[in-house]
Nanobody, 123 residues
Framework: VQLQASGGGYVQAGGSLRLSCAAS?????MAWFRQAPGEERVFVAA????????RIADFVRGRFAISRDNAKNTVYLQMNSLKPEDTAVYYC????????????????????WGKGTLVTVSS
């Protein structure tokens, strides 16, 4: 399975970006993680193919939204009110089979990773 992420770029604080990630075949959980320079990769958001269930990290709740088009095997991350601290490489990840909600934020349960797309937010 290949994951192709796109949509990163340069934006001023307060602006918006929309990331997309297309999987080459059907997968179950799809998620976004991010990694800022010198920091560990952290969970941002995830969504299942069933009923629009999603999970959002506290530090982006209210500003970011995750959605999914199951027919296209594609997940989106709408990022609004961006802040300089949102600057990071954003990685798309996916899992083949279903897993409990409490594990959605664990990068170790993901089976596939995209190459990442850089988001830079200027102050």
């Amino acid at each position: 399975v290949q994951l192709q992420a796109s949509g990163g770029g340069y934006v001023q604080a307060g602006g918006s970006l929309r990331l997309s990630c297309a999987a080459s075949t059907s997968v179950d959980l799809m998620a976004w993680f991010r990694q800022a320079p010198g920091e560990e990769r952290v969970f941002v958001a995830a969504t299942s193919p069933r009923g629009g269930s999603s999970r959002i990290a506290d530090f982006v709740r209210g500003r970011f939204a995750i959605s999914r088009d199951n027919a296209k095997n594609t997940v989106y991350l709408q990022m609004n009110s961006l802040k300089p601290e949102d600057t990071a490489v954003y990685y798309c990840a996916a899992r083949r089979v279903r897993i409990v909600f409490s594990s959605w934020s664990d990068p170790h349960v993901m089976d596939y990773w995209g190459k990442g797309t850089l988001v830079t937010v200027s102050s």
